[in-house]
């Protein structure tokens, strides 16, 4: 169904490439050889320049009551038709043949003049399409305010219709008088046979003057509906099959037929002949529009076929996906051996004689490609044909089908602006740009390859054993194998340029001045997917861009992306994709020598921050996890994975981005969070590896972080001796002070309403309620203690969420100097030995092993204290302690001898100039830990890619409108239970698998 649904969207561009209305640059169009008014102008008047091939172009005199004509400025072959459509009310106007630019407004001898007219329609015939043809209005003072018009005229410089316009606009209102001679059949280069005729044209009521092209004509046609294929296919599907198969057969053979696609510069003498033949009603053949025509009603058809089910489900499969037998009759051949064998009497009576036989055709049963994949092939060279697609100057010799990217980017920056220049343009011209139509739907078709591995689709193990990586072959998706193979740095470049301007068309719309005055990019979801798969299957590509000068630059417009979107519920799948692109690009080593440059681009002020790369990412990472109160919650291993791998090359960090990081530290080691979930004590074995990295590696170059660590001494060494009863203290005295804070704030305002006479009556009571509080909680102590029940202890969701979103501490500051009162008591390990054991709380922790605490975790999970010794004694805090250790009495001594001013000064010399490497371990080698695919987390992609699609199809104008094609089937299935951290697990690729609460993180996590 996958792939049935990709080829009808593969329909789309094809179609908008070569739709003449589209005009791509430096594409060659066609359009309809029909002398109606449906067969015109080929491009939006907006354009000014239109490429015309067909018989009849149409140009619109004063369009909308204004002073020009549209377009402006056209090219024809001989023998091409230019039908001046005139309005039907209004001022009247003339077209009038004149000497250029030299002369603009000065009539040409002999040239050709429609006189001034109106509700007419005056035409004229192209004769010699190498000298330009200019023209223009004679009505008094109308060709001073540049109504001129020209055809053939070149693109730019001398002669062209710039120059022609700025020549008539420099006489202005000096214009030469002129005779009003009448009308004047002849002309130089194009030839007026009749004087102006009656304008029956619809097209000329047309505000933008623009005619309807062949290919808007063959869509309108009285073709079937949506209904009635429907009603085909269920009562008559042999009929709709047959129907299908004539159309391919017939496209099939237009491309490779000689005359495919029409030429566009023919000779005079044909164009003469198709003029005798459309006089006659005999019409020359056009195949460029037979295969138009083919594709149109492929796309009429093959939508309404993909939404059927059940039995006509069967018909898709038997008619566009089977793979025929292509049956080939070789005859064996005997050299050897007579062909007819005469018995001799003489030989033994008793062996029988051998019947002579005839060979026999033998059948070889050889696949034949399917239908679909025919049509698939059809389309990538229909994609790529010179003179339909692709310019015809590009051909070699014969070979029409040439497949290059022959415009940088591949249309992807062509595109630049589709909004238009003024402010708030997208409010006042509704509808999309079908430019943006095109681009966005390459992407799509892009994205589904990339992304496709179903079936014999799936990717092949390359590396046998425990760490096996997967990979495309030839046989399993031969786009990826080959995106895969790319290595040309200007293929490089053109997808790294082009992805970077849409990231920086899409930055624009949000870092702007005026709120909303320009559209975000419509196919930015597509561009960011698109970008992450190459970068997934391409290693070289992965290189080139993280050794280019814009690898940080694009990493932040990323981010920046995300960060725009995080508070959208229906964007929340771009965000984990954000947040997996940023992961799999900080485990290459190339990604960490980035870090220490400052951005080059201009980030909004929201999200910007002093410093270099490093400190950008930090702050953005602490923005999608502190200000999303836990909604992303699922995406923070993939962030805090990516602080880790990063975390060795973190350089001269400045005070706020350290603080970032100690604030991210304290939200988990928060024990409301620590005891919520089973794979949380994860995300605090990576903060601390964040702070040891750059601790064993940059430690001198890193003060700032290195004295908000030393002022935080003490939490670190309460996680030395974390057990489950200390943290459920933890969590009831925290309550309890929310509690407290509660009941003031209602006794404040109640004292606020009325006067209290008996304050110190009040004061009393307050102070034994305080006391029964205490002697509670010193209770709850000693039931703890005894191995009594702890069922009061309670950890809410809601409290959860506060500690996440709240930042927990204030930014450091080096002027605020460290309490003298909190001395260092360091364990034997600390010293470089082994870790002391803690006093009685494991045996406190011990007893409370089998008891019941459902309710303390989210989803039914119940931490128990073999649980927190499983990790908490794997929690990597030794380099931090030694550090501290060596540190600390250094600092304190400086900050008792000295001033703040002084003290502070001295701190960032001693912590510049440290040197502990003796006393610290060596840092281990480097191990960044890389995105792993899951079977979940790969359909969770193909689910947000379709998805993406499914909605844009569904569009008023989507190819999914008036169908009933769906995305998902709703399946039911038995409840089975699972804990939260299992569904996370799966989707964010394995990074917080645990088969069983025992196991310990003191070994490094995969």
């Not at 080829?7 to 359009?31: H, K, M, V, Y």
């Not at 316009?165 to 194009?190: H, K």
């Not at 078709?445 to 054993?465: E, H, I, M, Y």
């Not at 602080?643 to 939200?667: D, G, I, W």
Request: hydrophobic share 40%.
């Amino acid at each position: 169904m996958l792939g049935s649904t990709l080829f009808a969207a593969a329909l789309l561009p094809l179609i908008a490439l070569a739709n003449p209305q589209d005009n791509l640059p430096n594409a060659q169009t066609t359009s309809s050889s029909s002398t109606s008014a449906s067969a015109s102008a080929t491009v939006a008047p907006s354009s000014g320049v239109v490429g015309a091939s067909s018989s009849t172009v149409d140009v619109t005199v004063a369009p909308g009551g204004s002073l020009s004509f549209s377009p402006a400025n056209i090219t024809a072959s001989n023998g091409t038709l230019v039908r001046f459509l005139f309005p039907s009310s209004g001022l009247m106007h003339s077209v009038t043949e004149s000497e250029g630019p030299s002369n603009p407004c000065t009539p040409l001898a002999n040239g050709f003049d429609s006189g001034l007219t109106v509700a007419t329609a005056f035409t004229i015939m192209v004769t010699d399409d190498s000298t330009p043809i200019y023209y223009l209005c004679k009505f008094p003072g109308h060709c001073g305010q540049q109504m001129v018009g020209s055809i053939n005229a070149p693109q730019t410089g001398s002669g062209s219709f710039d120059d022609l316009s700025s020549a008539a606009g420099a006489i202005g209102v000096n214009e030469p008088q002129i005779s009003f001679t009448g009308v004047a059949t002849g002309g130089v280069g194009a030839v007026a046979s009749a004087p102006p005729t009656t304008n029956t044209a619809t097209t000329a009521a047309s505000p933008t003057g623009s005619a309807t092209s062949a290919g808007s004509s063959a869509a309108s046609s009285p073709t079937a509906s949506p209904t009635q294929v429907r009603r085909a296919l269920y009562e008559a599907p042999e009929n709709v099959a047959t129907l299908i198969r004539v159309v391919t057969s017939r496209l099939f053979i237009l491309i490779s037929d000689h005359t495919f696609p029409t030429p566009l510069n023919a000779s005079v003498a044909s164009y003469a002949t198709s003029f005798i033949r459309s006089s006659t009603g005999t019409q020359g053949r056009n195949t460029t529009k037979e295969v138009l025509n083919c594709l149109r009603l492929l796309q009429r058809v093959l939508p309404v076929v993909f939404e059927m089910e059940s039995e006509c489900g069967r018909f898709e499969l038997e008619l566009l996906w089977k793979e025929p037998i292509e049956e080939t009759h070789v005859v064996e051949e005997h050299a050897q051996d007579p062909q007819f064998v005469i018995e001799d009497d003489d030989e033994d009576d008793d062996v029988p004689p051998e019947t002579p036989t005839l060979p026999s055709p033998k059948p070889a049963g050889k696949m034949a490609p399917s239908l679909i994949a025919r049509l698939f092939s059809c389309l990538v060279d229909l994609l790529y044909c010179c003179g339909f697609t692709l310019p015809s100057k590009i051909q070699v010799d014969h070979y029409k089908i040439n497949y290059t990217i022959w415009e940088k980017a591949g249309g992807i920056t062509s595109v630049a602006g589709v909004a238009g220049k003024l402010p708030y343009n997208h409010l006042v011209f509704k509808g999309e740009d079908p430019r943006a139509i095109l681009v966005g739907t390459c992407f799509q078709v892009l994205c589904v390859l990339l992304d496709f591995q179903s079936g014999s689709a799936r990717d092949k193990n390359t590396t046998p054993g425990e760490n096996t990586s997967s990979a495309p072959t030839i046989r399993t998706n031969a786009f990826r194998y080959f995106v895969a193979k790319l290595h040309r740095s200007s293929d490089f470049d053109i997808i790294l340029r082009g992805v970077f301007g849409i990231l920086e068309q899409q930055m624009s719309s949000i870092n702007n001045l005026l709120p909303g005055s320009r559209r975000s990019v419509p196919y930015i979801v597509e561009t960011v997917l698109c970008f992450w798969k190459i970068l997934e299957l391409n290693k070289k590509f992965r290189t080139y861009v993280l050794e280019s000068d814009k690898a940080m630059d694009t990493v932040a417009y990323i981010l920046c992306y995300g960060l725009y979107i995080k508070d959208k519920s229906e964007q929340q799948g771009m965000c984990r994709a954000v947040s997996y692109i940023v992961q799999s690009l900080s485990a290459e080593p190339t990604f960490g020598l980035k870090l220490v440059s400052p951005l080059k681009v201009t980030v909004p002020p929201k999200w910007g921050t002093v410093g270099n790369a490093g400190d950008f990412i930090i702050n953005a990472i602490y923005s999608m996890i502190a200000t999303t109160s836990g909604s992303l919650s699922s995406l923070y291993p993939a962030y805090i994975i990516t602080l880790s791998n990063a975390a060795p090359h973190f350089k001269h960090l400045n005070v706020n981005s350290s603080a970032r990081l100690l604030q991210l530290f304290a939200t988990f080691a928060n024990p409301t969070f620590l005891l919520a979930d089973e794979g949380h004590p994860r995300l605090l074995f990576f903060m601390l590896e964040v702070f040891n990295s750059m601790i064993l590696r940059n430690l001198t170059d890193n003060p700032n972080l290195v004295y908000g660590v030393i002022r935080a001494h003490k939490n670190f060494e309460d996680l030395g001796t974390f057990t489950l009863a200390s943290g459920l203290r933890e969590i009831k005295r925290l309550q309890a002070v929310k509690e407290e804070r509660a009941r003031n704030k209602e006794t404040l305002d109640k004292g606020k309403q009325k006067a209290s006479p008996g304050e110190g009556e009040e004061a009393h009571v307050e102070k034994a309620r305080l006391l029964r509080n205490e002697n509670s909680s010193l209770e709850a102590l000693r039931r703890a203690e005894s191995g009594e029940a702890l069922n009061d202890f309670r950890i809410s969701t809601q409290s959860e969420t506060s500690s996440v979103a709240s930042p927990p501490m204030s930014p450091t500051s080096l002027n605020t100097p460290l309490q003298e009162n909190q001395p260092l008591a360091l364990s034997e390990k600390a010293r470089g030995k082994r870790r002391a054991v803690r006093p009685s709380a494991i045996d406190i922790g011990a007893a409370l092993e089998p008891l019941n605490v459902t309710g303390v975790g989210r989803s039914g999970f119940i931490p128990t204290q073999e649980w927190v010794t499983s990790w908490q004694q794997g929690l990597p805090l030794d380099p931090i302690l030694l550090m501290c250790s060596e540190l600390l009495p250094k600092i304190q001594e400086l900050q008792s001898s000295l001033g703040p001013a002084s003290a502070a000064t001295a701190i960032n010399d001693l912590l510049r100039s440290a040197s502990v490497k003796e006393c610290l371990p060596q840092p281990p080698p480097l191990s960044p830990r890389r995105f792993t695919w899951t079977e979940a987390s790969i359909v969770w992609l193909t689910s947000l890619i379709w998805g993406e699609i499914y909605v844009r199809g569904m569009s008023p104008l989507g190819v999914w409108n008036t169908t009933t094609v769906r995305l998902f089937y709703v399946k039911h299935t038995q409840t089975q239970q699972r804990q939260i951290t299992e569904t996370v697990s799966n989707v964010v690729g394995g990074l917080l698998g645990r088969t069983e609460s025992s196991q310990s993180v003191r070994q490094r996590p995969a």
